[in-house]
């Protein structure tokens, strides 16, 4: 059989796969990637991207919608589903394509194909064509995650979908059941509610989005009622009864069992990686609940084999996988200065309306880890350009330790925090204390003198409450 040698050889083209080949060819390595499906993963085809290209076209539509607010006027303000997702899907095709240029300029192998490993630094891809072995220095696993699937909540694609379903529907959901709300779940709550679905949410935990401040999830909540949705937190969906044209749900809620007829319903209860089938327990690896256990460089504990991104557990998010494939080609390729992930500086975003962002130490883990907290709060009802936008609902919430001035977290929910929550990740990566972030000038008027003022807040000097 074909062998071909390589200094890295990668499984998987998503975020932290292809970024790791770019990586490690920038540092002079010779690299492959071995894809099964998709260049750009699920980030690009699945996650990400369509979601946000969705959510654009769901803002679009609720700005449309509320014309007469701004001094204009749209009649018969309608949508047709199918361009929508055709423009969600075009959008993923063209991000795909800039992958595999990526891919070319930095002359990175690509074979399309299943991996498996075939003995240390050894992977063996079945591809149309048969089957050939790479043999290389070191090996990449970036095989990502796919949907979890609990036992009577199974999607099938029919009334019951996961996020792939949910992005390319077979129908608009006129009453849709979104089980789980972390940020999957809220993102396709708040597109069909927005398109009109009436939309329920059940959610396990006392409450939604139960990663981030306790304060943000309680204003999302407020927020997504306003909109008309409703929110079971502490509840539970124990059985699906399935018809041609509706779903029964049985929902168990404050002490009650219930049950409810939707049209639709959206499976958003938690991802597990691809860890079969490639071979990771002849190789030795630990596999546990799911997920590759690695050290905080990427390391698998195997000589030379490596795991990055969703494969490799939380936060699942591809920033996070591109970060570890940056680290791991470092490292692989020797480099001296080897930055290993800080997930307590990992943001995570919810682009939902209000949008969501996060980083850091909540308010509660942070008086749970033993500091002495200093709390500030800014509305958006504050903020000049947040009512010039008309979208100044939400706030900003920081949080320091009172004895350092050290930034523990930032917690946002309103216009653009999305965008906004990055000025604070820098912060964090510099180790900043409110000295600094009170003696920088933020311009005005932008959304992130909200981010200024909450600093101040802290330090009892706010301005504009
Ligand atoms: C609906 C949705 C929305 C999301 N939104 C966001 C967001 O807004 N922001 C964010 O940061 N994250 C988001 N995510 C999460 C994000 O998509 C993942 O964290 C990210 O894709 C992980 O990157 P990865 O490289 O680890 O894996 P993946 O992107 O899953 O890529 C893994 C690749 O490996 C390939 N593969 C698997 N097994 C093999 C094999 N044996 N041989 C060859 N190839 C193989 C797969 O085909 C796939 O292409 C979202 C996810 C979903 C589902």
């Given at each position: ?105 930095n002359k990175i192998a690509v ?192 000589d030379g084999l490596y795991a ?100 523990l977290g930032a917690h946002m ?53």
């Amino acid at each position: 059989m074909a062998e071909r040698n390589f200094d890295m050889i990668v499984i998987g083209a998503g975020p932290g796969g292809y970024v790791a080949a770019i990586r490690g060819a920038q540092l002079g390595l010779s690299v492959a990637v071995v894809e099964r499906e998709h260049m750009g993963g699920i980030c690009l085809n699945w996650g990400c991207i369509p979601t946000k290209a969705l959510l654009r076209s769901a803002e679009v539509f609720h700005l449309m919608r509320h014309a007469g607010d701004f001094g204009l006027s749209a009649d018969a303000v309608g949508f047709d589903l199918g361009r929508v997702v055709a423009r969600s899907r075009k959008v993923a095709g063209q991000l795909a394509g800039g992958v595999s240029h990526l891919m070319k300029k930095n002359k990175i192998a690509v074979v399309m194909g299943r991996a498996r490993l075939d003995g240390p630094r050894r992977v063996r891809v079945q591809t149309d064509g048969g089957a050939e072995v790479l043999v290389g220095g070191a090996v990449v696993v970036a095989t990502g995650a796919r949907a979890r699937d609990l036992p009577g909540l199974e999607a099938d694609g029919k009334r019951v979908w996961n996020y792939k379903h949910a992005l390319q529907p077979p129908h608009m959901p006129e009453r849709l059941l979104v089980i789980g709300s972390g940020a999957i779940g809220i993102e396709f709550a708040s597109f069909y509610n927005t398109l009109g679905a009436e939309t329920t949410v059940v959610e396990i935990m006392d409450r939604i989005l139960p990663v981030e401040d306790e304060e943000i999830s309680t204003l999302a909540r407020k927020a997504f009622e306003a909109q008309g949705m409703t929110i079971l937190p502490k509840s539970l969906v124990r059985n699906l009864d399935r018809g041609a044209d509706a779903v029964t749900a049985e929902i168990e809620t404050g002490g009650k069992t219930r049950t409810e007829t939707f049209d639709t319903v959206i499976s958003a209860v938690g991802i597990t990686g691809n860890t079969e089938d490639i071979g990771l327990e002849d190789a030795g690896v630990r596999v546990e609940r799911g997920h590759i256990v690695t050290d905080a460089y990427g390391r698998t504990g195997v000589d030379g084999l490596y795991a990055i991104g969703d494969v490799a557990g939380a936060p699942w998010l591809a920033h996070k996988a591109s970060h570890e494939g940056v680290t791991v080609a470092e490292l692989i390729a020797g480099s001296s200065d080897v930055h290993p992930v800080a997930p307590e500086s990992i943001a995570g975003c919810t682009y939902c309306h209000p949008q969501v962002a996060s980083v850091g130490l909540t308010e509660a883990q942070a008086r749970e880890a033993g500091h002495e907290v200093r709390v500030g709060r800014f509305p958006f009802i504050g903020n000049g350009k947040a009512i010039a936008l008309g979208d100044p609902q939400g706030l900003i919430k920081t949080v320091f330790d009172a004895q350092t001035g050290a930034l523990l977290g930032a917690h946002m929910i309103g216009p653009e925090v999305t965008e906004l929550i990055q000025g604070y990740v820098v912060g964090r990566t510099l180790e900043t204390t409110e000295a600094e972030l009170i003696a920088t000038v933020f311009p005005h008027p932008t959304l992130s003198e909200a981010m200024h003022e909450s600093v101040l807040a802290a330090f009892d000097r706010v301005i504009h409450i």
